[in-house]
């Protein structure tokens, strides 16, 4: 019987990809570098309302299967829709940032793969089985090795790409190994078929086989959160990256990472989470305390990024492994846990692409005083040293105090109302879980975590000591054939003040992000 | 309630507004309080019959509360009138004292708070607002101690001053507080009720009269704490006569003598009260005769005399006591202003620079001697009738703290005789030593000397009039109910019954014989060698004297260096070990990070190793968990 | 048949798999490790696709899903090795030698002392 | 919305507004529009006395509040936008309202004040006035926090020479500090599935073992904010460098943070944990007035004496809590409110004489009775308040805590009452030492530059001068009011 | 010991055989062949276990293009024909663990499954046949398949931009 397909759920995955051709096609035909950017950009927006308006709709389940129709394989309910939304948004704002970057890369293809990776991340917020959700994952993914490799003349940016290459693979063969494993044990590959295969026993020799597998899935897909054992990837990557691309791992592929772990362990697991509960709290310890630690010691921008992010994907874990770990192994504790973890991610990304932002338009704008003369090309320039951004606030006060808040967010301090809040939901459902020590660590680590973003907040407002060079006047910069171009500042601009003012506004009304979350225990 | 309150006002005045530092204005502001305090302290004297209580609550701490309360009797404003009057005399004698002095104005205003704070302890009806007038007369000491901004030690004195009171004070804190707990509330009425009816342990009592003992000691200079009176005359003159002659150091006799039940119901106290008194007796009278400077031999005799009235108290002769405090009020006062003409006339403290002033300086010299006679004892003279009333009922006392008691007066009466006499010589006769012309000084500081004069010479005669034993006698609460109830725990009871103040008869020869042996020798070392210090026959217990028996050195040693060098040992401690600790953490944990940081210098492979390796490492535990 | 055998082939394919990846030094030789795994992982999903249909009643019509996933693997190892590849290259065509181990995970300087001199800040 | 209500959120938004304005106004109408708002939050504050009677919500709660705004903020956090002022909370209000408005006007009449100072004056006044009037554990937390990056900034930014470093233990000490608060407050909001301080007092719904835990926290917690003894280094460097109005306000007002939540929150909400660690929070409160006193007698410089005198002070005002009495708790409250003032003050003058002369040194400074005679005359008013001299403010917060301490009886409880008043001897020897050392003696070689006194210096110090004496004389001011909540607490810790 | 598993064995051991020759030869095309004779021993174990459309895919994708793929990249990165010593790095980390998983992963398998048998499905047309799959694969996993598409254009895209510097990047003339 043919099978009947629900193209309205489809809806946002058809446009997504829909926007990825259509960026090689206006690249073919207009050859203009802004038409491309609009052209995405306006795609990536029609996709974020298009999943905001299915997610409204009633939830919408299509690629069943037969016999047991509950495990679908694309499901459209509304943690879906809010998942597809931010993947959109996300896209959007990094499209921004690119207004800089995108002038020494090759524009149509730098949308398109944007778009698809893009792609990726709308379907993977629909799917619910492992093949699916590998596949979504690896359009996710594959977009970003390229990405990574696209400042074409430096060595830095190739060794970032074949170190993401080859601990991305590695890491997909040891889950796609661990899935294999679970097919194997149970024969199920739904999330909701799997969970119903193991809540009912599976047959008594294959328990050892099933955790395992279990066990090597989540090892993957924790991968792709840069938790500690597999976090070593992170900093080369990021600080090899494009700034806009170093930003868009950081939070998109971040997310998608978050997002394939809460399905899996949240849908997929639930009846054995004592077993992979564990292993998620002690990543969970692991990742805070390294990435808080070894932050302390950075020199470089996006390096000290590269690793607050890995402490933050900590902070994201803990309360799943608390909720997995704690006693009380209710269903509502469950979505308590769940809801934390997403909130904690929805606030986080905010503010994370906040701080991109601000470095994306402070490195790029003629602010800096080492920006090299020799690379002219603006799609060459990386984080740079911590050092370099002293005395910045003088030149661009309303930048710096952006990306002063988005530090102080993700410390977690008041002014950065969204990241304090942040803090307080985590706290609270570990305390909620009966984890209580896990949140003496959480708080251990909020403070290291301040010890070293307050000291690049200051930087920026120390005083320019005399013995550097004055900061590189603007006009010779930009050089004869490198006119900025009205779309480079602006777009960067809108793009940082966009994400800030979203930043602020949830800081002050933090319950909205929390119904959002609230959904999706189901 | 207003008694304290007019002084206080005019103090506040002189001390704050501006416009009043204008030194006309401010002797104006300073004399009026002190005349107006004086006027208010006789009027209420004559008015009053029976003692009145008045008291408004303050504020309430828990169920404790703490009420403004003023009571007023007799005995209060006797001693009140005293004050008045010194502090009138002072006034007046600092006005012309301190003519060149620019810090005038702040010293009229501190000497009317310090007056305020006097007449707030004597009729102070709460523990709490005794406590407030005590400290705040610790303060003004200490600030007019150090009023005299040329002279190098005077900070260094002020300081003692107050550290030395303050610690005895600790002591008062927590007797006070012990009472007030223990009692229930702070006012002293319902104190004493608790005393006498027996509501309180005699233990607490015994630690709460320890405990208040310490902080008479400290006030009034006994011997423990005795040894910042001394330094103290670093003070301007008017001062020392004020402060440290008349009535500070008398408010802890006055407040032993307000308590009294407390005292005498603990068992253990008032034996050492007599004990503290005779060593102190000896002490300052010893170390009297050595001293050179005037103003310190009359410091040490202010210790000694002190002691007489504490010495009293100790044997139970309160009215006598309080008699005595009243007559050395006067005369030493009446000393110490003499003593200021003298010194503003030679320009040194030293007696070694006087000498032949008997001529220049009549009226100083007439007053200065009716002033040494009254120390003395010579019978038409006040001093006389109060001291002998004291050794009369110290003789009658059962029991060997009486004895002791006695024996030390007796002697303190020669050795008093002799130091007295011999300040006498040498100030006023011998041949001249200083080269300055010596005067008269100016009416408005003579006329304070002979108005004092008056009263060390005659008060001794109001003592015969019957009517001043009972207003004498120790405030008897209104409702003083269970005195029947211990008829064992009050030995002291009879003895105040017939207070006799004065009595003829055989007794009173023992006293004025030591007097004239006294005066006898001192005549006769001092004939022999006009010019030198008779002290010299002291021979080798002089330097021992001289030194105050080495106590000031002790102190030091025993406390102030001791304290010094473990602060700085605490705070060496406290940088060191406690700051060490958060630094080291703060920095341990940076190297923490260094050192996981090196680890992730490496190339790629250790990523995949580390990739591959945790995989197996979960799936293991997995494994292993799920088989077990 | 019995399924033991070839889940035992996979899991040695599994194992010289990873040896390889951790043991060459050259990207290449690392890439042909990385496919062994993808097979071994093939061999395990096409093996249990048959026990699966035969031992497990329940997954009826689920049966042949090993062998679709297989499928999707070897799309996806193919498209992986097609830009491995070319980011290999970009390496050895910017650095000369596509040895693996010389790739540097954390910037070679020594890091920072914790604080520099105090600065004065200037705040209009 | 009654009266009271509007002048509540007034006392909150007024200052908020001002943070946000100040900075982008240009320098000088900046710092006087700054000075302007926080006069009226002052005006808010004392008004907020009217209508006393207010809406008493719950009579039988033990936590009355006279005006009270109740609001969803954020549910799914517990958070609740519950602010209300009482009998304790009112005076630190007004205090705060004080000192702001007094170190704004000092800023006004300096030539080197700058606007971004005031702003960030506003932004920690709205952080101190929020936590005082917080009814909500979560709120509370909030504006615990709010306070931290405006005081950092300050100490950061227009500190002394060694800044850098003070204001960095300074951030990080506190954040720990507050973020043991946080596990201590989800610790009993997770138990007592409400987090509103009004429900909470009395420790109704929490079980033993919840209240013993979270009181370790809340003590955690407030004694690194008041700093108590082992946890106070961060204090003599942070005030050693904050510029003088930090200092002010740091000293003035901060550190009553933690002794305001220490009553609030861990004798309110957790009363049987209060009980139990009683002794120990006496013995180290009597540590740090016998440390405190000691480290100050061997200091050298003004500023850092003055800070450890703080932490002498505060082991009186921790001891009066740790009693647990009312007698202890009202202690408490008036110590603070002493404090504040007198401490203040102090700093006010430590600045003026370290602009005037340079250094702080206390070898350097000497014979300012000479060269600047107002100066000296008020220093050592000031330091004889804050010897604790009876008839000023200082007497009664140690006196009877001392007192609540022997109330207890037992002979442990008496050795600390004992030790505290040999401690009050020891803060009046390193006192006097000051004075001498600084005012008396001969003139130092160090140069006095203005001699006398600037309108804005009396101006900004008379209103503290007049209260340490109006308060000296009649504590009821400050007491008062503080009667029936006190009882409630007390009545809650037995005792 | 059917005649299927006789053929399991032979052919598993071919493959393991050549997977260890892959990971320890000295000479880098002579990787890339034995790579293609374990892969086409893995091809003819698909057979055995009736995955018919499978083994084609593995022939014809694999062993087509892949390792064609590898040894193109071999000649572009001019690797020396004849033995080349440096090519390995030290052996323990990686023994260790790749021994560990092994075993490991070998161990568990034959905890699981012991020697139970299982016979092999004969469904009408073959149970691995084309048809069959290809009405499975696109009744209910279409959605998969279309996002692969998009996958591989990206992967096409990608390997095109990364490869070719010049692509894209001469903007430094008119803009393009």
Redesign the interface.
């Given at each position: 019987m043919t099978q009947a397909i629900d193209h309205v759920a489809l809806l946002p995955a058809y446009l997504a990809a829909g926007t990825a051709l259509l960026a090689l096609l206006t690249d073919l035909a207009v050859a203009r570098r802004a038409a491309t950017l609009a052209v995405t950009a306006a795609g990536a927006a029609t996709v974020a309302v298009a999943a905001w308006a299915v997610g409204t709709g009633p939830v919408r389940d299509t690629f069943c299967l037969a016999d047991a129709p509950a495990a679908c394989s694309f499901r459209a309910d509304p943690t879906s829709a809010l998942v597809a939304t931010l993947f959109a948004l996300l896209t959007l704002g990094v499209l921004g940032l690119s207004g800089y970057a995108v002038r020494g890369l090759p524009a149509g293809e730098y949308c398109f793969l944007l778009a698809a990776s893009m792609t990726g991340g709308v379907v993977l917020g629909y799917s619910r089985d492992l093949i699916t959700l590998v596949v979504a994952l690896e359009t996710l993914t594959l977009p970003l090795y390229a990405l990574v490799g696209l400042r074409r003349r430096s060595v830095d940016s190739a060794q970032g790409a074949v170190t993401f290459f080859v601990v991305s693979v590695v890491s997909v063969a040891v889950t796609l190994l661990g899935a294999a494993l679970l097919y194997a044990a149970t024969g199920a590959v739904h999330l909701r078929a799997l969970a119903a295969a193991l809540a009912d026993g599976v047959p008594g020799e294959l328990t050892t086989l099933a955790s395992a597998g279990a066990v090597l899935v989540l090892a993957g897909l924790v991968f792709k959160v840069a938790a500690v054992p597999f976090h070593a990837w992170a900093p080369a990557t990021y600080d090899g990256a494009p700034l806009p691309i170093a930003a868009y791992l950081s939070t998109t592929s971040k997310l998608g990472g978050v997002v394939a772990v809460v399905y899996v362990v949240a849908i997929g697991l639930q009846p054995w989470l004592d077993v992979v509960g564990p292993a998620l709290a002690g990543f969970a310890v692991l990742t805070m305390t390294v990435g808080n630690l070894v932050a302390l010691r950075q020199r470089r921008m996006v390096r000290l990024l590269a690793w607050s992010s890995v402490a933050q994907a900590g902070y994201i874990l803990a309360p799943l492994g608390a909720f997995a770990v704690g006693t009380g192994r209710t269903s509502d504790a469950l979505a308590l846990a769940v809801t934390a973890t997403i909130a904690y991610a929805v606030f986080y990304v905010m503010i994370e692409l906040a701080a991109f932002g601000s470095v994306v338009v402070l490195r790029g704008g003629a602010v800096m005083p080492a920006v090299s003369l020799a690379s002219l090309d603006r799609s060459d320039v990386d984080g740079g040293e911590i050092e370099q951004y002293r005395g910045v606030a003088r030149r661009s006060p309303w930048v710096a105090a952006a990306f002063t808040l988005a530090l102080v967010g993700l410390a977690g301090l008041p002014p950065g109302l969204a990241g304090l809040f942040a803090k307080i939901v985590v706290v609270r459902s570990l305390l909620g879980g009966g984890a209580g020590w896990l949140a003496v660590i959480v708080a251990l680590n909020a403070v290291i975590g301040l010890a070293y973003y307050l000291p690049v907040a200051v930087r920026l407002y120390g005083d320019r000591a005399a013995a550097e060079p004055a900061a590189v006047p603007a006009e010779r910069v930009a050089g004869p054939g490198l006119r900025p171009g009205w779309g480079a500042p602006l777009w960067s601009g809108l793009a940082l003040a966009a994400t800030t003012v979203v930043a602020i506004v949830v800081g002050f009304a933090p319950q909205l992000v929390l119904d959002a979350a609230a959904l999706v225990a189901g | 309630m207003l008694l304290p309150a007019v002084p206080f006002g005019a103090a506040l005045a002189g001390l704050l507004l501006p416009p009043l530092r204008a030194r006309a204005a401010a002797a104006v502001l300073g004399i009026a309080g002190a005349a107006a305090a004086l006027l208010l302290a006789c009027g209420l004297l004559v008015a009053l019959d029976q003692p009145s209580e008045q008291s408004r609550q303050?504020?309430?701490?828990?169920?404790?509360a703490v009420d403004f309360g003023v009571r007023v009797d007799s005995a209060a404003l006797l001693v009140a009138v005293a004050v008045g009057v010194v502090a009138l005399a002072v006034q007046v004698y600092s006005v012309s004292y301190l003519d060149g002095d620019e810090g005038y104005p702040a010293y009229a205003a501190q000497v009317s708070l310090f007056t305020a704070a006097m007449l707030l302890v004597v009729v102070a009806g709460d523990l709490?607002v005794l406590?407030?007038g005590?400290?705040?007369m610790g303060?003004c000491s200490?600030?007019l101690i150090?009023h005299d901004?040329r002279l190098?030690e005077?900070?260094?004195a002020?300081?003692k001053a107050?550290?030395v009171t303050?610690?005895g004070?600790?002591g008062f804190?927590?007797g006070v507080?012990?009472l007030?707990?223990h009692t229930g509330s702070f006012r002293i009425a319902d104190v004493l009720a608790a005393v006498t009816g027996g509501e309180l342990s005699t233990a607490t009592l015994t630690a709460a009269g320890l405990l208040l003992l310490a902080g008479v000691a400290g006030k009034s200079a006994q011997f423990p704490l005795h040894t910042w009176l001394p330094d103290a005359m670093a003070g301007p003159t008017p001062i020392s006569a004020l402060i440290h002659a008349a009535t500070m150091v008398a408010a802890g006799v006055y407040v032993v003598f307000r308590l009294y039940p407390v005292f005498s119901y603990g068992d253990g106290v008032l034996p050492v009260l007599a004990v503290v008194a005779a060593v102190t007796m000896l002490l300052g009278a010893l170390a009297a005769t050595a001293a050179d400077d005037i103003k310190r031999v009359l410091a040490w005799s202010t210790v000694s005399q002190l002691a007489y009235m504490v010495g009293a108290l100790a044997v139970g002769a309160t009215a006598a006591a309080l008699f005595h405090l009243l007559t050395h009020a006067a005369f030493k006062a009446l000393l110490f202003l003499a003593a200021g003409a003298v010194i503003h006339a030679v320009g040194s403290n030293l007696m070694s620079a006087m000498g032949g002033l008997r001529r220049p300086m009549p009226v100083t010299f007439w007053s200065m001697t009716i002033g040494l006679g009254a120390l003395v004892g010579v019978p038409p003279l006040a001093g006389f009738w109060s001291k002998d009333a004291i050794l009369h009922s110290a003789s009658g006392g059962a029991g060997w703290a009486a004895g002791l008691v006695f024996a030390a007066g007796l002697a303190t009466v020669v050795v008093t005789a002799w130091y007295a006499t011999r300040l006498w010589l040498r100030t006023f006769f011998g041949l001249s030593r200083s080269e300055a012309t010596a005067h008269d000084p100016p009416p408005l500081m003579a006329w304070p000397v002979v108005a004092l004069a008056v009263p060390s010479g005659l008060l001794g005669f109001v003592a015969l009039s019957d009517g001043f034993v009972d207003r004498l006698s120790t405030p008897v609460p209104a409702d003083w109910t269970g005195a029947a109830a211990r008829p064992d725990a009050l030995p002291a009871q009879p003895v105040l019954a017939d207070q006799a103040l004065v009595h003829a008869g055989g007794f009173v020869l023992l006293p004025l014989a030591a007097a004239a042996v006294g005066i006898a020798a001192a005549w006769l070392v001092w004939q022999r060698d006009p010019a030198t210090d008779p002290a010299r026959a002291l021979g080798r217990l002089r330097p021992v004297f001289e030194r105050e028996f080495y106590l000031d050195g002790f102190q030091d040693v025993l406390v102030v260096r001791p304290?010094?060098a473990?602060?700085?040992a605490?705070?060496r401690a406290?940088e060191s070990v406690?700051?060490g600790t958060?630094?080291g953490t703060?920095r341990g944990?940076?190297s923490?990070?260094?050192l996981?940081?090196?680890a992730?210098?490496?190339?790629?492979?250790?990523?995949?190793?580390?990739?591959?390796?945790?995989?197996?490492?979960?799936?293991?535990?997995?494994?292993l968990?799920?088989?077990l | 048949m019995h399924p033991v055998v070839p889940y035992v082939v996979a899991a040695l394919l599994f194992g010289i798999g990873g040896f390889g990846v951790l043991r060459r030094r050259n990207a290449i030789l690392l890439l042909m490790a990385v496919e062994l795994m993808l097979n071994s992982v093939n061999l395990v999903l096409v093996t249990a696709s048959a026990t699966v249909r035969a031992t497990l009643a329940a997954a009826g019509t689920a049966a042949h899903t090993g062998q679709v996933f297989v499928l999707f693997i070897i799309v996806i190892a193919a498209a992986e090795v097609g830009v491995g590849l070319a980011i290999v290259l970009q390496l050895y065509r910017l650095r000369g030698s596509a040895e693996v181990d010389t790739v540097p995970l954390a910037d070679p300087e020594p890091d920072r002392e914790p604080e520099p001199g105090p600065e004065r800040v200037v705040v209009r | 919305m009654t009266a009271g209500q509007v002048v509540l959120i007034l006392t909150l938004a007024v200052p908020a507004a001002g943070a946000v304005a100040v900075p982008l106004l240009p320098d000088r109408v900046a710092r006087i529009t700054g000075t302007g708002a926080a006069g009226l939050t002052l005006l808010a504050s004392v008004l907020l006395y009217a209508g006393r009677g207010g809406t008493s919500l719950e009579p039988a709660a033990p936590v009355r509040p006279w005006h009270s705004v109740r609001g969803d903020w954020a549910p799914g956090l517990d958070l609740q936008f519950h602010i209300g002022v009482d009998g304790i909370s009112y005076p630190l209000v007004v205090l705060t309202a004080l000192l702001t408005l007094l170190c704004c006007g000092y800023l006004l009449g300096r030539p080197d004040g700058s606007r971004m100072l005031v702003a960030l004056l506003l932004a920690a006044e709205v952080g101190i006035v929020g936590t005082f009037l917080a009814l909500d554990l979560v709120l509370f937390f909030v504006f615990f926090e709010v306070v931290l990056l405006p005081m950092y900034a300050m100490i950061a930014i227009w500190g002394g020479p060694g800044r850098r470093a003070a204001a960095r233990k300074f951030v990080l000490y506190t954040l720990l500090g507050s973020v043991l608060l946080l596990v201590g407050v989800f610790v009993v909001v997770a138990a007592a599935g409400t987090a509103d301080i009004v429900a909470l007092t009395g420790g109704g719904q929490l079980g033993r073992g919840t209240q013993l835990l979270g009181f370790t926290f809340f003590a955690l917690a407030f004694a690194v904010k008041a700093p108590l003894w082992p946890l106070h280094t961060w204090l003599p460097d942070a005030h050693t460098e904050a510029p003088t109005v930090g200092s002010v306000i740091l000293a003035g007002v901060l550190l009553k943070l933690g002794t305001y939540g220490l009553i609030r929150i861990g004798v309110g909400v957790t009363p049987e944990g209060a009980a139990w660690a009683a002794t120990v929070l006496g013995t180290l409160a009597v540590a740090a007035i016998v440390v405190g006193a000691l480290v100050c007698l061997a200091q050298t410089e003004l500023k850092r004496l003055i800070a450890y005198s703080s932490v002498g002070h505060m082991g009186f005002v921790l001891l009066g809590i740790a009693t647990g009495s009312a007698a202890g708790i009202q202690a408490a409250l008036i110590g603070n409110i002493a404090h504040g003032v007198i401490t203040g003050l102090l700093f006010f003058l430590a600045g003026a004489i370290k602009d005037r002369t340079g250094t702080g040194e206390l070898a350097a400074l000497g014979g300012l009775r000479e060269t600047a005679p107002g100066l000296a005359g008020i220093l050592g008013f000031a330091a004889i308040a804050s010897l604790g001299l009876p008839g000023l403010a200082g007497f009664w917060g140690e006196v009877f805590a001392v007192v609540a301490a022997i109330q207890r009886g037992s002979p442990g409880w008496t050795v600390l009452g004992v030790v505290a008043a040999v401690g009050a001897a020891l803060t009046a020897g390193y006192f006097l030492r000051l004075l001498r050392r600084v005012t008396h003696g001969p003139p130092a070689a160090v140069p006095v530059a203005p001699a006398g006194l600037a309108r804005i210096e009396l101006v900004a110090w008379a209103p503290l001068v007049g209260l340490t004496l109006v308060i000296g004389l009649l504590p009821v001011l400050v007491l008062g009011m503080a009667y029936g909540p006190v009882e409630a607490l007390a009545v809650g810790v037995g005792g | 010991m059917t005649v299927a598993d006789v053929l399991l064995l032979g052919l598993g051991a071919v493959a393991v055989g050549a997977g260890l020759c892959v990971v320890t030869t000295a000479h880098l095309v002579r990787a890339g062949l034995y790579l293609v004779v374990c892969l086409g021993a893995l091809a003819g174990m698909f057979l055995v276990l009736t995955a018919e459309l499978v083994a084609w895919v593995q022939v014809l994708i694999y062993v087509g293009a892949v390792v064609v793929l590898l040894l193109f990249a071999v000649m572009l990165t001019r690797a020396p024909i004849g033995a080349s010593g440096d090519l390995d790095r030290p052996g323990w980390p990686g023994l260790l663990v790749g021994a560990g998983a092994g075993l490991g992963l070998a161990a568990l398998f034959v905890d699981a499954y012991r020697w139970t048998s299982v016979s092999l499905p004969d469904g009408p047309d073959g149970p691995g046949s084309a048809g069959v799959l290809g009405g499975e694969l696109f009744r209910s996993w279409v959605l998969p398949f279309e996002v692969l598409s998009v996958l591989l254009l990206a992967a096409l895209v990608g390997a095109i931009i990364v490869s070719r510097p010049d692509v894209g990047a001469s903007d430094r003339g008119a803009e393009r």
């Open positions: - | 303050l504020v309430r701490f828990g169920h404790l709490i406590l407030v005590w400290e705040v303060i200490y600030l150090a901004r190098p005077a900070p260094g002020a300081v107050f550290l303050r610690v004070d600790v804190w927590l507080i012990l007030g707990v304290v010094r473990l602060a700085r605490v705070r406290d406690v700051d958060v630094e703060g944990t940076v923490l990070g260094g996981v940081a090196r992730h210098r490496a190339a790629l492979p250790r990523a995949v190793v580390a990739v591959l390796a945790g995989a197996l490492l979960a799936g293991l535990a997995a494994t968990g799920a088989a | - | - | -």
